[in-house]
C-alpha cells in the first residue's frame, strides 16, 4: 500500500486546515493508521491515531482541536486541524501499521519509537501569527 499526502500549507493562528491521506489500497481492515509530524530540529512525533477498531487517541498538545477520521470507502484518512498554533508547524506524515492494531495508543505516547510499516511522503503545516 501507498500513501499520499495533501492538504498542507499556511494557515493563520485561529483558522483551520484539512489534511487528506489516500491511501491505494483498501485500508478498512486490521490496521493502525495515524498521523505524526516533525518540527524542525525535533523528533518525529504522534498526532493523532486510529485504531482497527475505531478507538482514536491524540497527544495532549492537540486534543480538543484537531479531529482524525477515516473514510472507509474512499480509503482517505483525515485530519481536521482547528485553531492551530505556531507550535504545530511541522511536516506531517500519515502511516499505517499492522503490527501496532489493537495497540495504536501506545504511538502518540512520548519518545516512542515510531518503526512504522508504510509512511507518506508528508506534507508541510505552516502556522503563522
Known amino acids: 500500500v501507498q500513501l499520499v499526502e495533501s492538504g498542507g500549507g499556511s494557515v493563520q493562528v485561529g483558522g483551520s486546515l484539512r489534511l487528506s491521506c489516500a491511501a491505494s489500497?483498501?485500508?478498512?481492515?486490521?490496521?493502525?493508521m495515524g498521523w505524526f509530524r516533525q518540527a524542525p530540529g525535533k523528533e518525529r512525533e504522534g498526532v493523532a491515531v486510529?485504531?482497527?477498531?475505531?478507538?482514536?487517541t491524540y497527544t495532549n498538545a492537540v486534543k480538543g482541536r484537531f479531529t482524525i477520521s477515516r473514510d472507509g470507502a474512499e480509503n482517505i484518512l483525515y485530519l481536521q486541524m482547528n485553531s492551530p498554533k505556531p507550535e504545530d508547524t511541522a511536516m506531517y506524515y500519515c502511516?499505517?501499521?499492522?503490527?501496532?492494531?489493537?495497540?495504536?495508543?501506545?504511538?502518540?505516547?512520548?519518545?516512542?519509537?515510531?518503526?512504522?510499516?508504510?509512511w507518506g511522503q508528508g506534507t508541510l503545516v505552516t502556522v503563522s501569527t
Open positions: 489500497e483498501n485500508t478498512d481492515g486490521n490496521y493502525c
Open positions: 486510529d485504531d482497527s477498531d475505531g478507538t482514536t
Open positions: 502511516a499505517l501499521d499492522r503490527a501496532s492494531a489493537g495497540l495504536c495508543h501506545w504511538l502518540v505516547a512520548p519518545q516512542v519509537v515510531l518503526d512504522l510499516e508504510v
